[in-house]
């Protein structure tokens, strides 16, 4: 079974779903069950020690309870149950006590040791693209009307809070100013980007840099702790909201038809989650901003009205082109070069679905493969390079003056 499409859009804050969302709501669930403490003590392992700090991780912890809570980086043990895992005490009378171990596995969502799973219920009973795809054709529906059979109805007002999210985010990127935070010095560059309409430029140009920066705005309000919506991260947050409202615009699509648009890409993602990953720490960048260019690709596909082989060679271009994609935030924030990384997977998909219009009936790879070869890529890949900040750009940046 695979869960509701609702596992993949959460609204919250960022920088980062799984550093900053999943560790505050294990807390959350910790100190509900212990108010005897008198404080708290966190251990963090893995990635969440490695990029804990810029991140955010310490202040969205201790952000859940009025009490003193004592966080501990700890950078050396490797054998863990999953690459961001945490360990929560209460500490009463010096003595830490009743541990309970979390581990916050992508997109908001968290599992705690011995316990059943948290998060949205399981909805679907098929669970690759290929038994959904059969289904479809045999019952002559769309993709998205799969979608609101398995969820029900009431997955369109969920669906329409969700985009209504997307669109103030971006409102709110264009129209805000400054300096991010975290030291960087990183400037935003939505609404510069935005307002660059004196330039006597061609359509294709037109559109690469309202698309970008539709998604810059989204990334820069996660990079600044605003409100966004998991898509299916928040350091991914970016890619889906800008292709969409670019394309509403430009065609005038009606909100219900980017209601069945985000049903599709939430089905893309779930598929991602459940046979793979979409956490940058377990499986590199490739499993965050891959997957959001496969759900923004297979969401325009839905759009143009495109057939279900079409969206799927559509969201398999977007997917198979991300493969191998590290993930080495510098300083470990969401900025660099994951804002940039957006923007660039936002182009992507329109490419994807642009090559997929004229070529479907040639492909060899279907989504269901690149899926898994994702995830064996990522689980290939050395820790330096998923969400460690100890790799890439962010060790070789960490050394030089001039950045």
Known sequence: MMKSIRDIYKIGKGPSSSHTMGPAKAMGIYVSEHPEAESYKVILYGSLADTGEGHGTDKAISAATEKAVEIVFNTTDRELPHENTMDIYSVVGGVAQDKMRVMSVGGGDIEIEGREGEGATLVYPETTFAEISALCKREGIRLSDYVLLREGEDIRDFLYIVWTTMKNAIHEGLTTSGILPGGLEVE???????????????EVTRENRIVCAYAYAVSEQNADNGTIVTAPTCGACAVLPSVLRYMQEKHRFSDEQIIRALAVAGLIGALTKTNASISGAECGCQAEVGTACSMASAALGELFEMGIDQ???AAEIAFEHHLG????PICGLVQIP???????AAMRAINAVNLANFLSGSRKISLDMVIKTMYETGKDLSHHYRETSTGGLAKLYGGRKDG
């Open 311 to 313: 969206i799927e060679y």
């Open 338 to 344: 994951c804002i940039e990384r957006n923007a660039v």
């Open 325 to 328: 994609l590290t993930c080495d």
């Open 188 to 202: 935003r560059k939505a609404q510069y980007l935005y307002n660059q309409r004196h330039i006597d430029e061609r």
